[in-house]
């Protein structure tokens, strides 16, 4: 909890026609971005949202060693 400071994490869930939407919301001490996704499979748009979210938080990490 230290290192990332008061963090808070949405993720939603929609169908739109055949396709899956996921959306996050991340904000941290820091800043706040939003993420979005749409792939024909949830878990592909999952895993999508997972990869946008940790390299998100990585570079954010790693601006703030560079302080």
């Known amino acids: 909890m ?6 808070v994490l949405t993720i939603k869930m929609v169908r739109v026609g055949r396709a899956f939407e996921m959306k996050a919301g991340v904000q941290s001490s820091k800043s706040s971005n939003e ?10 748009a ?22």
């Open 35 to 44: 993420f979005r996704s749409r792939q024909n499979d949830w878990w592909h």
């Open 2 to 7: 230290k290192r990332l400071g008061n963090f």
């Open 46 to 67: 999952c895993r999508e949202l997972v990869r946008m979210i940790s390299v998100h938080l990585h570079d954010q990490y790693m601006r703030k060693l560079a302080i």
